[in-house]
């Protein structure tokens, strides 16, 4: 029993979920400063603050 609970919410940024396009729902490609949907031309520009 030498279970410590309270690191157990580390957590795993190995899978990136990415973005996901609005209209077709495809995976978005991650650009530098925005997403890019390969599929129909889509592309969300990243908000960020500062
Ligand atoms: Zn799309």
């Not at 979920?17 to 490609?29: D, N, Y």
């Amino acid at each position: 029993m030498a279970d410590d609970k309270g690191k157990g919410k580390k957590e795993v940024n190995q899978y990136k979920p990415g973005r996901q396009c609005p209209k077709c729902s495809s995976r978005m490609a991650d650009h530098k400063n925005r997403y890019a949907c390969g599929k129909c031309g889509y592309t969300e520009f990243k908000q960020q603050k500062q």
